[in-house]
């Protein structure tokens, strides 16, 4: 008995911390992430230009200090954090 790779699903989705609304899901490419207990977990991510990601505002939406960033596989959260910085 195998597992099957396939049944996973990633989600990616930004939040207004104020708030706490979800401003968009995003198609996050090339995603490496790292939880910890004792400090605090990291993330890298691409955002590709493609036809979904083409008409969001990612300049607002991964505004640094004001974004949060949760991930969802199947629809679980697994990784959450504040967005301090892009490129």
Known sequence: MGFNYQS??????LTDLLSN????EVPFKSVSYERSNRRAGSF??????IPTTKGLNLYE???PGRTGLYIMRNGVCVWG???W???
């Open 61 to 63: 939406a991964t505004m």
């Open 81 to 83: 954090g504040i967005i």
């Open 8 to 13: 996973i699903e990633y989600r990616y989705f």
């Open 21 to 24: 609304t979800v401003i968009s």
């Open 44 to 49: 890298s991510g691409t955002i590709p230009f």
């Open 85 to 87: 910085g892009r490129s």
